[in-house]
């Protein structure tokens, strides 16, 4: 299983970026893709998320309305368009394949060890 984001960076608020990953060698065939971020000093949120069909869409209220996430090629590729940036979404931000055995609460608050993760990449945000 491998998870790999792109698309992170430094840009100033109110601009945009685009956040990409790529998933390949996930075993099961429904399992969603979400977004997470970890800030210094924070515990790790889930930002958004995107069911196995990819019809059914969940986000932080922190992010909504400025945050999309959509797919390509199935789930082989998920994306996270970031508009409005603003300092305080600055963090490392993590893509994760996961069934619904992770779920404990909601799409977006999952058992990080019953997920597939990627390495991270970090975006920052100067106000």
């Known amino acids: 299983v491998q998870l790999v984001e792109s698309g992170g960076g430094l840009v100033q608020a109110g601009e945009s970026l685009r956040l990409s990953c790529a998933v390949s060698?996930?075993?099961?065939?429904?399992?969603?893709v979400g977004w997470f971020r970890q800030a210094p000093g924070k515990e790790r949120e889930g930002v958004a998320c995107i069911s196995a069909s990819a019809t059914t869409t969940y986000y932080a209220t922190s992010v909504k309305g400025r945050f999309t996430i959509s797919s390509g090629n199935g789930l082989k590729t998920v994306y996270l368009q970031m508009n409005e940036l603003k300092p305080e979404d600055t963090a490392v931000y993590y893509c994760a394949a996961y069934s619904g055995d992770a779920v404990i609460s909601s799409p977006l608050d999952i058992r990080p060890d019953l997920a597939a993760w990627g390495q991270g990449t970090q975006v920052s945000v100067s106000s």
């Open positions: 060698g996930f075993a099961f065939e429904d399992y969603a």
